[in-house]
């Protein structure tokens, strides 16, 4: 899956990703390979990404909006 994560200023993070964990509105929730389509808006908190090499990151936001369609992932993030 491709992962972007954007805020007003700068891009965050690019790269191909197993897992995302995000903070939305009702909860934490996962986006894995094959995701069906989903926009949501996010809360404040942590996104954490684990790269396709086993890395895992973390970045923290203040909100935003994720879309997933053909395991590709947008995040517009509040920082």
Do not use: R, W
């Not at 972007?4 to 191909?16: A, D």
């Not at 895992?56 to 992932?73: A, R």
């Amino acid at each position: 899956m491709h992962l972007e994560i954007v805020t007003p200023e700068k891009s965050l993070y690019s790269g191909e990703v197993e897992l995302v964990q995000l903070p939305g509105k009702n909860g934490s929730f996962e986006i894995l390979k094959n995701h069906a389509p989903i926009v949501s808006s996010l809360e404040k908190g942590t996104i954490k990404l684990k790269s396709v090499g086993g890395e895992e990151i973390f970045f923290e936001i203040n909100g935003g909006v994720v879309e997933c369609k053909k395991n590709v992932i947008s995040v517009l993030a509040d920082n």
